[in-house]
């Protein structure tokens, strides 16, 4: 391994096998391997699917290698949920259960075939991932946080054959809860301390897009850093917020204590399915409701895929439903390519259920509160204008003009966080909001802001401060449930509004005021009042601001 000319890359491995293939080859060896076959090619086409290449057969399972660690978690999820359906109408000698695990690291080309301890740790990974379930490692936990639907336990550092140095794991749940404490690693005098939150805070990647032509428009600008999420309230829906003074959040918790003895690894417990409701597709128009209330009333065997922009397919009444899930995407994914000008990569069709059972792994879009828009909009009315538009530059105002500005369908202009905005027109003005809020949701990770409805601007534009992203409050670590629902709320508050920030974790939340002045002012006295320490004007309206 010494060779100068050997090629080094960056890659996330899954290890897939098959749990007691031994005995069942031991009852009948040829039945055994024609399942085996059937199977491996339901996983291998889900693999490619998800942009992932196999690059070995390993006698009873594989390992295969993906570019994104969110793709081959995506791939590792339907590859167990396309075998818990399988199993669940097969007879007994018709099982096949599998164990995967997924590593991101640094590997060593050999021709196609990979090597190195990326792959072994992979493997590893798969050896402790309990029957069924999914078994990865911190470097992948750290990439997928935030993005899928799935909570975690955190087993802590684990002491695996081969390997010389600990490796931190984390076994998938698809249930959403919090990652339990880390137990102490095999040998180990005790477990990490670490701990992570839900998976619905974390890292947001920067999206590689451009524009797109014709009717819809995407565009992302420099990507923001890495930020940590404070753990979400639910908040139920106001109008216009009261002035609100926040205290300093409450120390973390102590992790507790690790025993002595490490306990038996404990099985996860299925997951309760998400039923397939038509009002719950994302993304499709609401002239479409009719089709999706036809696909959950049709019979099995069936499948729904859909794509970011609301373009879907469904194929029902199948043979199977690995049949089911082909045909779906293959035709929804023909459809994207006939209707959309210039196809990106997260135009790709996603599979959504099969059955009545909902396989997305994503999470549901993020979204601002019901009724997503302020309920007084600015008076005088401000006419939208492309060229005064914050946070927009030459190419996105030049688009606007040719193209939003003479459409005459409803639409809205969303901004999102990362100086990203999107539009597209739909039949009205209450599911153009919907759409593009969730499609940009969906795509940042964020909830974003409604700017324009049709020609009217329908929030303020800073002008003492300059805005320089869109304010989002999960980027606010360590606030407590009543500054929670109180930033929610800002999101849709009426204008003027502002919030300040102390040192010390203060907050001060004003809404509702005649000037900007007077909304900067409140904030900050607010802020002071209530013990705050060097606050600072952090947001003005939906903006994040800095000096100008």
Same mark, same amino acid.
């Given at each position: 391994?010494?060779?100068?000319?050997?090629?080094?890359?960056?890659?996330?491995?899954?290890?897939?096998?098959?749990?007691?293939?031994?005995?069942?080859?031991?009852?009948?060896?040829?039945?055994?391997?024609?399942?085996?076959?059937?199977?491996?090619?339901?996983?291998?086409?889900?693999?490619?699917?998800?942009?992932?290449?196999?690059?070995?057969?390993?006698?009873?399972?594989?390992?295969?290698?993906?570019?994104?660690?969110?793709?081959?978690?995506?791939?590792?999820?339907?590859?167990?949920?396309?075998?818990?359906?399988?199993?669940?109408?097969?007879?007994?000698?018709?099982?096949?259960?599998?164990?995967?695990?997924?590593?991101?690291?640094?590997?060593?080309?050999?021709?196609?075939?990979?090597?190195?301890?990326?792959?072994?740790?992979?493997?590893?990974?798969?050896?402790?991932?309990?029957?069924?379930?999914?078994?990865?490692?911190?470097?992948?936990?750290?990439?997928?946080?935030?993005?899928?639907?799935?909570?975690?336990?955190?087993?802590?550092?684990?002491?695996?054959?081969?390997?010389?140095?600990?490796?931190?794991?984390?076994?998938?749940?698809?249930?959403?809860?919090?990652?339990?404490?880390?137990?102490?690693?095999?040998?180990?005098?005790?477990?990490?301390?670490?701990?992570?939150?839900?998976?619905?805070?974390?890292?947001?990647?920067?999206?590689?897009?451009?524009?797109? =032509?014709?009717? !819809?428009?995407?565009?992302?600008?420099?990507?923001?850093?890495?930020?940590?999420?404070?753990?979400?309230?639910?908040?139920?829906?106001?109008?216009?917020? $009261?002035?609100?003074?926040?205290?300093?959040?409450? @120390?973390?918790?102590?992790?507790?204590?690790?025993?002595?003895?490490?306990?038996?690894?404990? @099985?996860?417990?299925?997951?309760? @399915?998400?039923?397939?409701?038509?009002?719950?597709?994302? !993304?499709? $128009?609401? !002239?479409?409701?009719?089709?999706?209330?036809?696909?959950?009333?049709?019979?099995?065997?069936?499948?729904?895929?859909?794509?970011?922009?609301?373009?879907?397919?469904?194929?029902?009444?199948?043979?199977?439903?690995?049949?089911?899930?082909?045909?779906?995407?293959?035709?929804?994914?023909?459809?994207?390519?006939?209707?959309?000008?210039?196809?990106?990569?997260?135009?790709?069709?996603?599979?959504?259920?099969?059955?009545?059972?909902?396989?997305?792994?994503?999470?549901?879009?993020?979204?601002?509160?019901?009724?997503?828009?302020?309920?007084?909009?600015?008076?005088?009315?401000? @006419?939208?204008?492309?060229?005064?538009?914050?946070?927009?530059?030459?190419?996105?105002?030049?688009?606007?003009?040719?193209?939003?500005?003479?459409?005459?369908?409803?639409?809205?202009?969303?901004? =999102?966080?990362?100086?990203?905005?999107?539009?597209?027109?739909?039949?009205?003005?209450?599911?153009?909001?919907?759409?593009?809020?969730?499609?940009?949701?969906?795509?940042?990770?964020?909830?974003?802001?409604?700017?324009?409805?049709?020609?009217?601007?329908?929030?303020?534009?800073?002008?003492?401060?300059?805005?320089?992203?869109?304010?989002?409050?999960?980027?606010?670590?360590?606030?407590?449930?009543?500054?929670?629902?109180?930033?929610?709320?800002?999101?849709?508050?009426?204008?003027?509004?502002?919030?300040?920030?102390?040192?010390?974790?203060?907050?001060?939340?004003?809404?509702?005021?005649?000037?900007?002045?007077?909304?900067?002012?409140?904030?900050?006295?607010?802020?002071?009042?209530?013990?705050?320490?060097?606050?600072?004007?952090?947001?003005?309206?939906?903006?994040?601001?800095?000096?100008?």
């Amino acid at each position: 391994m010494s060779d100068t000319n050997l090629v080094r890359r960056l890659t996330t491995i899954i290890a897939i096998d098959v749990v007691a293939f031994s005995t069942m080859s031991a009852r009948d060896e040829e039945h055994a391997l024609a399942l085996l076959g059937a199977r491996m090619d339901i996983a291998g086409m889900l693999i490619r699917h998800h942009r992932g290449r196999v690059f070995k057969l390993t006698g009873d399972g594989l390992l295969a290698e993906f570019a994104s660690p969110v793709e081959a978690v995506r791939a590792a999820l339907e590859i167990q949920e396309a075998m818990r359906s399988a199993n669940a109408t097969a007879g007994e000698d018709e099982q096949l259960n599998l164990r995967i695990g997924i590593n991101l690291g640094d590997i060593v080309e050999s021709g196609d075939d990979l090597m190195g301890d990326a792959v072994n740790v992979a493997v590893r990974l798969e050896s402790i991932a309990t029957t069924g379930g999914i078994c990865v490692s911190s470097s992948v936990y750290e990439q997928i946080t935030g993005k899928l639907m799935l909570g975690a336990e955190d087993i802590g550092d684990q002491h695996v054959k081969n390997i010389p140095r600990p490796i931190h794991a984390y076994r998938l749940t698809l249930d959403g809860s919090k990652p339990a404490p880390a137990h102490p690693a095999r040998g180990a005098a005790k477990a990490s301390p670490r701990s992570r939150l839900l998976l619905m805070s974390g890292i947001v990647a920067a999206l590689a897009v451009a524009a797109v =032509g014709g009717t !819809f428009y995407l565009r992302q600008g420099p990507a923001s850093g890495a930020v940590q999420i404070a753990e979400p309230t639910s908040a139920t829906p106001t109008t216009s917020p $009261p002035a609100v003074a926040a205290g300093a959040a409450p @120390p973390a918790a102590t992790p507790p204590a690790a025993s002595a003895a490490p306990p038996a690894p404990r @099985p996860t417990a299925p997951a309760q @399915p998400r039923l397939f409701v038509p009002k719950e597709v994302p !993304f499709v $128009p609401d !002239f479409r409701s009719r089709a999706l209330e036809n696909y959950a009333s049709a019979a099995d065997s069936k499948a729904f895929a859909l794509n970011v922009r609301g373009i879907f397919a469904m194929a029902t009444r199948r043979i199977d439903d690995a049949t089911a899930r082909r045909v779906a995407l293959e035709e929804c994914n023909k459809a994207v390519q006939r209707d959309v000008p210039l196809v990106r990569d997260y135009d790709r069709c996603m599979l959504y259920a099969v059955g009545n059972n909902v396989v997305w792994s994503f999470r549901p879009p993020a979204m601002p509160p019901a009724p997503y828009i302020p309920a007084l909009r600015p008076n005088p009315p401000i @006419p939208f204008d492309p060229t005064t538009a914050p946070l927009l530059h030459t190419p996105a105002r030049k688009k606007l003009e040719e193209n939003y500005l003479k459409s005459d369908r409803s639409r809205a202009l969303v901004l =999102g966080h990362g100086r990203f905005d999107w539009w597209t027109p739909s039949q009205n003005n209450e599911d153009a909001i919907r759409r593009n809020l969730q499609i940009c949701g969906h795509l940042t990770g964020r909830p974003c802001v409604v700017y324009a409805l049709n020609n009217e601007t329908l929030v303020r534009t800073p002008q003492t401060m300059r805005p320089v992203n869109v304010f989002v409050p999960q980027d606010l670590a360590n606030i407590t449930p009543d500054q929670r629902q109180a930033l929610d709320q800002y999101l849709i508050a009426n204008d003027w509004r502002a919030v300040a920030l102390s040192g010390n974790g203060q907050v001060g939340i004003v809404s509702g005021k005649e000037s900007e002045g007077e909304a900067k002012a409140e904030a900050l006295r607010i802020c002071t009042q209530s013990g705050g320490i060097d606050c600072a004007i952090s947001a003005i309206g939906p903006f994040q601001v800095a000096p100008n």
